[in-house]
């Protein structure tokens, strides 16, 4: 058991974050054409605008928040907002967005699995995609309880100081910050990683091609045909 939470925690972020790359240009560089969202909405937009919104809306939020609590440094953050402080904070937005992955996830789950018109033109690696986020939230979710028991943030700060010694390339000083740490936060990081994983040979590659543009352009002058 040891040697597997050494290469989970240790080796595995290193192999998940290259494939994550690598296997991200490849992807580009050699299979432009299936570089797409691959939506079905055509096929039947019943309930899609409210199950699809809150699902990208809830990823947005996770990856902002993961990003902005695990990243960046505790002492670029501490000064202005404190472990416990944050920590309530990441439970609230990160109960949210887990919460609207899991309602909008699952409505797009049961969708392909039960229209026969979307079933017909789904892969299994975009049932695989979208069942494996909505256990991924289902697992954030289960872990607030045991964040609750610990308020001042203490847990917290190991699962960021493992990510900040991964970053830094101190594998072994990274396994030691989870070696007390719950196993449904170990559980919720090791199928993180597995995600970073399958990410380049799924339809998720379509997440580097947010069009933020589209924020910022001018808007459309659409006229009726006379």
Known sequence: MQALHTFLFGFYPYIAITVFLFGSWWRYDHGSYTWRAASSQMLSPRGMWLASNAFHLGMLGIVAGHAAGMLVPPALKEPFVPAAVEQQMAMIAGGASGALILLGGGFLLLRRLTDARIRSTSNRSDLLVIAILVIQATIGLVT??????????????????????????????????????ACVFKLHLA????????????????????????????????????
């Open 144 to 181: 607030l309880p045991f964040s609750a028991q610990h308020m001042d943030g203490s847990v917290m700060v190991k699962l960021v100081d493992w990510a900040q010694a991964i970053v830094t390339f101190r594998p072994e000083e990274a396994v030691s910050h989870l070696a007390d740490v």
């Open 191 to 226: 199928l993180g990683l597995t995600i970073f994983v399958i990410f380049p040979f799924t339809r998720l590659v379509h997440f580097w091609s947010i069009p933020l543009e589209y924020i910022f352009r001018r808007y459309q002058i659409v006229q009726k045909r006379r």
